[in-house]
């Protein structure tokens, strides 16, 4: 499930309690795809069509896993 990688990968630096949300992280690409920064590694548009979510979906989706 792409789900899964992608919340493990983001939540890692948040369960090892390194910062309290994934996107504080500032090696995380978790930022790019909420729009906080405009980085070019990975390819947010294939994962937007993988995922079938539109950004405003996909915001709302990594705003679910992220723990607080």
């Known amino acids: 499930n792409p789900w899964s990688v992608f919340s493990y990968i983001h939540e890692n630096p ?3 309690r390194l910062v309290s949300v ?3 992280w500032e090696f995380s690409s978790c930022r790019d795809y ?3 920064r405009t980085g070019t590694l990975c390819n947010k548009e ?5 995922m079938q979510l539109d950004q405003k979906e996909l915001v709302k ?3 679910e896993i992220d723990l607080y």
């Not at 294939?46 to 993988?50: A, D, N, P, S």
């Open 34 to 36: 909420l729009g906080l």
């Open 14 to 16: 948040v369960q090892a």
């Open 46 to 50: 294939r994962f937007k069509w993988l």
């Open 22 to 24: 994934a996107e504080e």
């Open 61 to 63: 989706k990594i705003r």
